[in-house]
């Protein structure tokens, strides 16, 4: 019975923390908006406990802060936080993808090549209309892609923290494609050179082609 609620529990926490980063990412949820527990379960339902629970996995993720008057509130979104998420998710994608290219299989290629289609799938839609549904499977094919990417590195740790950042970068993402500041040419082309240098194992090239992605992704500015 104890192991029953506690799988009801997570699964609760679950669906509220998907709805939550949903949210936040498209803006519903504002940076440095404060959360509140009532006003929350209102909108989202769910028990004290449970979305208590959701804000702290958030706030593990690096999406929501916790205030020193034990309150929360979403994380801030300001020129300085996506700089520094491009440049920590730079660091960890290049130690992951070179690794991954060091021991990858040809399944792993196989994931790789799989990804790179589906996410050019997605980036015509998203091109044509980008209307909520289309965006968030845009989103979902840009995290697949990133993923199958480092997902032969051998260290879940890596991929651990390519997820959080990656989480964390949805909401600069989701802005620039809604304001058409995403260049989808230049996307295709850097997208294309990853793949071809991952099957080459040109970890050099791979590189270089994802460092290039993720800037044009999150600021084309940097």
Same mark, same amino acid.
């Given at each position: 019975m104890i192991l029953r609620r506690d799988q009801e529990d997570d699964t609760v926490i679950a669906v509220l923390a998907a709805a939550l980063r949903r949210d936040i990412s498209f803006g519903t949820l504002l940076p440095d @908006?404060? #959360?509140k527990i009532q006003t929350l379960r209102t909108r989202y339902g769910g028990s004290n406990h449970s979305m208590r629970e959701t804000l702290r996995l958030l706030t593990a993720e690096g999406l929501v802060e $916790?205030?020193? =008057?034990? /309150?929360?509130?979403?994380?801030?979104a300001t020129e300085e936080d996506v700089r520094d998420i491009v440049?920590?998710?730079?660091?960890?994608?290049k130690l992951a993808l /070179? #690794?991954?290219?060091?021991? /990858?299989? *040809?399944a792993w290629e196989g994931r790789v090549i799989a990804?790179?289609? $589906?996410? @050019?799938k997605a980036e015509i839609s998203v091109a044509q209309d980008a209307d909520d549904l289309t965006a968030l499977e845009?989103?979902? $094919?840009? !995290?697949?892609?990133? #993923?199958? #990417? *480092?997902?032969?590195?051998?260290?879940?740790? +890596?991929?651990?923290? =390519? !997820?959080? +950042?990656? %989480? =964390?970068?949805?909401r600069f993402r989701l802005a620039l494609l809604r304001e058409g500041h995403i260049d989808f040419? +230049? !996307?295709?082309a850097n997208q294309r050179k990853i793949v071809e240098a991952v099957l080459a194992r040109d970890a050099t090239v791979a590189v270089d082609a994802l460092l290039d992605d993720i800037k044009t992704e999150? %600021?084309?500015e940097i």
């Amino acid at each position: 019975m104890i192991l029953r609620r506690d799988q009801e529990d997570d699964t609760v926490i679950a669906v509220l923390a998907a709805a939550l980063r949903r949210d936040i990412s498209f803006g519903t949820l504002l940076p440095d @908006q404060k #959360l509140k527990i009532q006003t929350l379960r209102t909108r989202y339902g769910g028990s004290n406990h449970s979305m208590r629970e959701t804000l702290r996995l958030l706030t593990a993720e690096g999406l929501v802060e $916790a205030t020193s =008057q034990r /309150g929360f509130r979403v994380t801030s979104a300001t020129e300085e936080d996506v700089r520094d998420i491009v440049m920590v998710r730079s660091e960890i994608e290049k130690l992951a993808l /070179g #690794l991954a290219i060091k021991n /990858g299989d *040809i399944a792993w290629e196989g994931r790789v090549i799989a990804a790179h289609h $589906a996410l @050019q799938k997605a980036e015509i839609s998203v091109a044509q209309d980008a209307d909520d549904l289309t965006a968030l499977e845009w989103d979902e $094919a840009c !995290r697949a892609f990133s #993923l199958a #990417l *480092i997902d032969a590195c051998a260290s879940p740790r +890596l991929v651990d923290l =390519q !997820r959080r +950042l990656f %989480n =964390q970068s949805r909401r600069f993402r989701l802005a620039l494609l809604r304001e058409g500041h995403i260049d989808f040419d +230049l !996307r295709r082309a850097n997208q294309r050179k990853i793949v071809e240098a991952v099957l080459a194992r040109d970890a050099t090239v791979a590189v270089d082609a994802l460092l290039d992605d993720i800037k044009t992704e999150l %600021n084309p500015e940097i």
